[in-house]
């Protein structure tokens, strides 16, 4: 099945720092999401992108749908101790059905 | 307004039960999806009901089938369980399947012994 591949698998940073991690597929999309999830919960919708190239801000986070449609990236400025969670990547590539990708585990250090 | 809801929480079977898992979509929404998270991966989309009727699925086998109420609530029943089934259920929903934008539930821990 497809795979989304996100990078990297892990982040450990200081409080007040950026974050950036990305997202690529084999197949084209032509939506996708970032959600957050905390231990015990279900994802949380972050951001939604709909077209190549746009770029999309929900507060501090900034999340771009990449040129190619084979990727995408988060960013987060300015990180704070509840930025703590799963990020995912997910999509549509054909019909309604989603794929998650891997996953990115961030861990804000106070 | 509520959100998603599941129940139960958490669930322990034993290998070759049955079990039926719950979900109520988020006030407005009338299509359901379910996801199946292993520990330490992305969800993974089992199957999505709209107006009652199954309309994707995911690579799940038979055992793995669901029901949508008329007032959108639905159930996930997993059959012959498997020690492999034991993960996190996720019931995910959103307001038609022309939107991608889904909102997810706290999930049920299902722990097959």
């Known amino acids: 099945g497809q795979q989304l591949n996100q990078s990297p698998q892990s982040m450990f940073i200081q409080e007040g720092e950026d974050v950036s991690m990305n997202c690529t597929s084999s197949?084209?999309?032509?939506?996708w999401l970032w959600y957050k999830q905390d231990p015990g919960e279900g994802p949380v919708l972050l951001i939604a992108?709909?077209?190549?190239?746009e770029l999309t801000s929900n507060g501090r986070l900034t999340a771009q749908f990449g040129i190619t449609r084979k990727d995408s990236f988060l960013n987060i400025s300015a990180s704070i101790p509840s930025d703590v969670g799963i990020y995912f990547c997910?999509?549509?590539?054909?019909?309604?059905?989603?794929?998650f990708g891997t996953g990115t585990s961030l861990t804000v250090i106070p | 307004d509520a959100g998603v809801t599941q129940s139960p929480t958490h669930l322990i079977k034993t290998r070759g039960q049955q079990v039926t898992l719950r979900c109520s979509p988020k006030?407005?929404?009338?299509?359901v999806s379910w996801y199946q998270q292993a520990l330490g991966q992305g969800p993974q989309f089992i199957f999505q009901?709209?107006?009652?009727?199954?309309?994707q699925r995911g690579n799940f086998p038979d055992r793995f089938s669901g029901h949508q109420f008329p007032n959108y609530s639905s159930e996930l029943n997993v059959n012959a369980l498997l020690l492999g089934d034991s993960a996190l259920y996720l019931c995910?929903?959103?307001?038609?399947?022309?939107?991608?934008?889904?909102?997810f539930g706290p999930g049920t821990r299902l722990t097959v012994t």
């Open positions: 995910a929903s959103s307001p038609g399947t022309a939107t991608y934008e889904q909102y």
């Open positions: 197949s084209i999309f032509n939506t």
């Open positions: 992108l709909y077209k190549a190239g």
């Open positions: 997910a999509g549509p590539p054909t019909g309604n059905q989603f794929y």
């Open positions: 006030s407005g929404h009338d299509t």
């Open positions: 009901y709209y107006e009652e009727e199954e309309r």
